[in-house]
């Protein structure tokens, strides 16, 4: 785990400031290829904890955003420091804005 990451349940959860949320979204929508994103939330987090399939695929994301105030707290609590938290929803918002910016298109699949 590097600095720029907090761990929970063998989980890496990247630290952003909302300049490096968008940096990581606009390069990820200038690679041009599949670019794997979360926002785990406390309750997934758990539902990691619970099942080594959900974990896995929470490591293999390529971004993984903190969502839910619990996150957040979560890593004060345990000594990782403070956490800016980014709903999900909010998100979305920024990827559909600056692929918007980039006359893209935006597929979103799956979801709970």
């Known amino acids: 785990m590097n600095t720029n990451q907090v761990e929970f349940f ?3 959860i990247d630290r952003l400031t909302q300049r490096t949320l968008e940096l990581k979204l606009s390069q990820a929508l ?3 290829g599949q670019v794997l994103i979360a ?3 406390p309750e997934m987090l758990l539902a ?3 099942d080594e399939e959900i974990a896995r695929i929470l490591r293999s ?3 993984r955003i903190p ?3 619990g996150v957040s707290l979560l890593s004060r609590l345990t000594g990782q420091g403070p956490l800016r938290r980014f709903p ?3 998100v979305l918002l920024d990827l559909c804005r600056l692929a918007g910016m980039r006359k893209m298109h935006v597929a979103i699949i ?3």
């Open 61 to 63: 994301m390529h971004i």
């Open 10 to 12: 063998d989980i890496p």
């Open 88 to 90: 999900g929803v909010d």
């Open 110 to 112: 799956g979801g709970w």
């Open 48 to 50: 990691a904890h619970q």
């Open 67 to 69: 969502d839910g105030f």
């Open 30 to 32: 200038d690679e041009l």
């Open 39 to 41: 926002t785990p939330n």
